[in-house]
């Protein structure tokens, strides 16, 4: 099956600093890869997802790439702001449509 | 919100206990997932219900038990559990094309805290 990796465990930048926060996976059949936040007391949220045909999109400070080849995709976060403090998940998901295999998770800090 | 809501949102229960987790999607969605959130753990999917019918089961032992009435509902039946299973436990849905083809988004709920005694 799928493995997903994601470093780092924990990320701590000062306001208005930029953020990355980079995965992999496994299996070359994985096509869709969002990302989500949780805040505290929260369910993940999505933020942006990316297919496996684009290889970068952007959402205003939020942007995500795609390297097939090698088989990553970070995100980056310009401008942090104290809200984006939180958990931070990757995913990746093939051909079992029902199946999203999901990082461990990177807790963001933003200092203000 | 979400369009997911999920009851109680804290639960705490004895080994002996029996007790059910509630999901209601708001959404349309035709799939319903429960996941296992543990502490510096990825998020392990437990069960998949795709229009009703259980499609995915994660070798999830049988002291967890799913049940889905209808597309917008979801449950998880508890009895016997341990205290590894402590956790937050989320629940998702999301809209899945026959065939799939569509990358579809899950949606969470914000999650049952689950602690075992």
């Known amino acids: 099956g799928e493995n997903v990796e994601q470093h780092p465990s924990t990320l701590s930048v000062q306001e208005g600093d930029s953020a990355v926060i980079k995965c992999t996976y496994s299996d070359s059949a994985s096509n869709y890869f969002p990302w989500y936040k949780q805040e505290l007391g929260k369910g993940p949220q999505l933020i942006i997802d990316?297919?496996?045909?684009?290889g970068e999109k952007k959402d205003q400070r939020i942007a995500v790439t795609l390297n097939k080849t090698a088989k990553h995709f970070s995100l980056h976060i310009t401008e942090t702001q104290p809200e984006d403090s939180a958990v931070y998940f990757c995913?990746?998901?093939?051909?079992?449509?029902?199946?999203?295999?999901f990082g461990s998770g990177t807790k963001l800090n933003v200092k203000p | 919100e979400t369009g997911v809501t999920q009851t109680p949102r804290h639960l705490v229960m004895g080994m002996t206990n029996k007790k059910s987790l509630k999901c209601e999607q708001h959404?349309?969605?035709?799939?319903m997932y429960w996941y296992k959130q543990s502490a510096k753990k990825p998020l392990e999917l437990m069960f998949v219900?795709?229009?009703?019918?259980?499609?995915e089961n994660n070798s999830v032992p049988s002291r967890f038990s799913p049940e889905c009435p209808n597309s917008s509902h979801l449950f998880l039946h508890l009895h016997t559990l341990q205290p590894e299973d402590s956790a937050l436990y989320l629940c998702?849905?999301?809209?899945?094309?026959?065939?799939?083809?569509?990358?579809?988004?899950?949606?969470f709920g914000p999650g049952t805290r689950l602690t075992v005694l």
């Open positions: 219900y795709s229009l009703e019918e259980r499609v």
């Open positions: 998702a849905s999301s809209q899945e094309v026959v065939g799939g083809g569509l990358y579809n988004e899950q949606f």
């Open positions: 959404l349309g969605h035709n799939a």
């Open positions: 990316i297919r496996s045909n684009v």
């Open positions: 995913a990746a998901r093939g051909n079992n449509f029902n199946k999203f295999y």
